[in-house]
Nanobody
Framework: QVQLVESGGGSVQPGGSLRLSCATS???????MAWFRQGPGKEREGVAA????????YYADSVKGRFTISRDTAKATVYLQMNGLKPEDSAMYYC??????????????????????WGEGTQVTVSS
């Protein structure tokens, strides 16, 4: 079973930056990886995703231009660089992995059910 380990969450002021990391235990079963977030009383929403083979990236409209997803295949790690953080970005952030590299087609990347592995989450809090 694929294990995902997130790190990098924390508390920052509005306008600040954080970088989240997600290490996978099985690269072969992690052809497509994503970050989701879930705030209190809210549904889990897709934030960003990346096709590991082709480096194609996907972003939610709310984070475009501020967040950047990237991967280091050698380290079996995916990153989420978050700049210009806003209070509304506060949430638990989860890393997810799918073995199917075509998850991104037809906006499938933002559907939680398309992923077979999830991390335990890392908290991001943005407040002054």
């Amino acid at each position: 079973q694929v294990q995902l380990v997130e790190s990098g969450g924390g508390s920052v002021q509005p306008g600040g930056s954080l970088r989240l990391s997600c290490a996978t235990s099985d690269v072969a079963k992690s052809n497509f990886m994503a970050w989701f977030r879930q705030g209190p009383g809210k549904e889990r929403e897709g934030v960003a995703a990346i096709s590991v083979s082709w480096s194609t990236t996907y972003y939610a409209d709310s984070v475009k231009g501020r967040f950047t997803i990237s991967r280091d295949t050698a380290k079996a790690t995916v990153y989420l660089q978050m700049n210009g953080l806003k209070p509304e970005d506060s949430a638990m952030y989860y890393c997810a992995a799918a073995s199917d590299g075509t998850v991104g087609e037809n906006n499938g990347w933002s559907v939680p059910g398309r992923y077979h592995a999830w991390g335990e989450g890392t908290q991001v809090t943005v407040s002054s």
